[in-house]
């Protein structure tokens, strides 16, 4: 209803005011348009960049150059300045994607501060410091400023559309879960450096396209488009208004944009404000503008509205396997079977990792075949989650390889081993707090899927996927909690889901890290209950401290101590085992 | 030969400034793992300082000593009221010193215009001496020399002295220093004041050299971000190293290639984060 009132407005009030006031709501539209795109970094994928004024303006000079120097028509230069910012944003991606946090805030700053030197030294061809004037607008009609305004309206309008039905995608999804938990997201099998190469290069675009605007606008363009108060304001503009919902950084523009243009006529020393105000978004509304209202008064989040479900009476079967279900092509490779014919899935062979001077893992060796049950044992650093660590690729080995289904991984990424069928869960539960049960579930589910790229759709619409979450969810009996945001849940209750999450990908070798730490006996018992009822030909290897848990789950166990193995064999031997009750159970343990 | 040999003296006492403008950024960024946006604007706003000092007394020391003062308390303020409260927040960090950086800037124009002020090397160090067979300006030679002693002290306050200890030992774990008896509160406020005589430092130096005016806020905050991010964020043997050798190829690529000018400052940025993204003596 307010999206409906506002449009109202911004379609019916340019009518009635003088050309000045025009003038800033054109570019306010504009800097929407900018705020969004930075939005789409910033708010859904946890990139904090200060670049985005670099494709403002290398699509705006682009304009600018062809229109006055070389006398192309717009038909041509528009589409080429996109290219240049879609270019340009491939070229920043592959530089600063692969950083985060504030390497990568300050690569987009510097990647953004080189152009903005271009465009000032370069005076040849862009007019160096004084700029380019006289950029004539595509069509006559435009030359009225409440047509132009109209026309950047809608343009605003469409890409705003875009947007939205981008964020509400399974590609939207994976950009929230990345922002989340980048790890989690790794093991699940998404490769995040082309998701966040991709969605770079997505706001890249559609600075570019602000830009084209706001040079046939303006009709004048000068460095200090490229300059780093473009990018803060941008920036500004986003927290002020509440990032990661895409109305916030509309509202931030309206509100930055008109504070701008409005004082700088009334005062001289405007500055002053905007550096204020700066100040006073961070401590006093560090959430924004929208992070004001109250929560029943915005609209839905992003994907969190589940559609009902069709037909209550349906009763969908809990699989206690999730194998295969999907259809998803794996390779398997002729491997060594065990004694009973079962084919070997992981095999590690000398594996070490030396952090420094500490070696935490040193020369383990391990077979696993489908149907293995093993208890990796240990004291507190004995290494066993570093093992983890390694076998889902999350380090390089110090020495050793790593087999799955008899090919080398050892150098293979980890969301590819992901997609090969091995899987893990965390000992310190790493899901995504800020999105809901059922998301969380999706995310696992699409992580092994082409269907995670899909941009066009909303993520709600994948039905068979919805229909695995279902039997998923109330395998843990959790589908009533599906709306739930994680972060909200209790914590055994993420206990059971963090498994959930991981079953989701379908793994074929599943890596359970403490799935019990922190439980409580009934929930404990749960949990076991859970683990028993799982695909017989998995491959399982559990972590625990917990030796009801790890006995009664597992019928092979390995004991580690100060990174090597003490000690292997079945649960009988391993209790009888001098040595390790030494070790670890100590002399109380019978 | 002799070309090769102001070219190598003109980038190597460039990497000096570079590296006294980057040095208190760097301080703030690698002990307290701050990001001072701001650092230019102290820049600004004491090469102003130097300016008036330095028209009104005609001593170099006094104003030398001024502008450490003024960088200092500046720091000081923006430490005790914005930043205080933001440790470990970098994008709040960031965006309010910004703010304050606008704020800063504006009040140069507020006192001192909105014109460049320019201020001739001081008498003693004005001219040029000779280097082995070639002759060239003294005030370069000395803000090399200047460099040199203060990436000493620094690191000498920061790895032999009690208090640099301390230090780095609260920013690793501050609850167990502070349950040591160390008062972090104050140790913090007088490291980061520290990055403000630094930038002070800065200013007062780099006045005579590069001037004050409007917009240095931002081009003394790129150079000091460049020698940073290429010297790995945090390290001061980085910052120094990666200052000479930008100062050195930006100076003999000018040189060379005279159109290229601005750009031959990020060559070796993109070299180096091609091949060591964390920078030369960054840790991951």
Known sequence: MLFVGVLIAAAVVPQFVGPFMLSILVLIVIFAVLAMSLDLLMGYTGMESLGQAAFFGIAGYTVAILTTRYEVGWQLAIPIALVASVATAAIGAALAVRLTGVFFLVMTLVFAQVLWGLAENWGQVTGGHLGLHGITRPFDALDTDLTFYYVALGVCLVSGLVMYRLVRSPFGLTLRGIKDSDLRMRTSGYNVWLHRFIVFVIAGLFAGIAGVLYTYSTQFISPTILGVETSFEAMLMVIVGGAGTLTGPVIGAAVVTGLRNYLSVYLDNWLIVLGLAYIVTVFFAPRGILGLVPRRWRAASAVGQEPAVADPSLDVQPSPAPSGSMGRGRDRSTTAQDGQGAAETLRLEGIGKTFGRVRAVHDVSLTAFAGTRRAILGPNGAGKTTLFNLITGVHKPSHGSIHLFGRNVTSVPSHARTRMGLSRTYQITNLFPSLTVMNNVRLGILGVQRQKYVMYLPATSLDRVTERCRSLLEMAGLWDERDALVGNLSYGHQRQLELIVTLASDPQVLLLDEPAAGLSLGESKAMVELIKALDPHLTVLIIEHDMDVAFEVASEVTVMHLGEILAEGTAEEIRANETVREVYFGQAYA | ?284
């Open chain 2, 1 to 284: 030969m002799e070309e090769w040999a102001i070219r190598i003296l003109t980038g190597v006492t460039y990497g000096g400034l570079l590296f006294i403008l980057a040095s208190g950024f760097t301080l703030g960024l690698g002990i307290m793992k701050i990001i001072n946006i701001a650092h230019g604007a102290i820049y600004l706003l004491t090469a102003y300082v130097a300016w008036t000092v330095f028209q009104d007394t005609g001593s170099f020391l006094l104003t030398i000593i001024v502008c450490c003062v003024v960088g200092g308390v500046l720091a000081l303020a923006l430490y005790a009221g914005l930043l205080q409260r933001l440790h470990d927040q970098p994008l709040r960090q960031i965006l309010v010193t910004m703010g304050a950086t606008l704020i800063i800037a504006e009040f140069g124009v507020i006192w001192w215009g909105g014109y460049p002020r320019t201020l001739p090397p001081p008498g003693s160090l004005a001219g040029a001496m000779s280097v082995g067979v070639v002759s060239f300006p003294t005030y370069r030679l000395f803000l090399l020399v200047a460099a040199i002693v203060v990436a000493i002290l620094l690191s000498l306050l920061l790895e032999r002295t009690r208090v640099g200890a301390l230090v780095r030992a609260s920013v690793d774990d501050e609850e167990m220093a502070r349950g040591m008896g160390v008062n972090v509160g104050r140790l913090y406020l007088f490291v980061f004041a520290i990055t403000g005589v630094l930038g002070g430092l800065a200013g007062g130096l780099g006045a005579p050299f590069l001037g004050a005016f409007q917009g240095a806020q931002f081009e003394v905050l790129l150079l000091a971000l460049l020698v940073s991010v290429v010297g790995g964020l945090g390290s001061i043997k980085g910052a120094f190293v990666a200052a000479l050798l930008i100062g050195v190829i930006d100076s003999v690529g000018k040189s060379i290639f005279p159109d290229l000018a601005y750009f031959t400052l990020f060559v070796p940025l993109i070299l180096v984060l091609a091949i060591r993204p964390t920078g030369l003596f960054g840790k991951a």
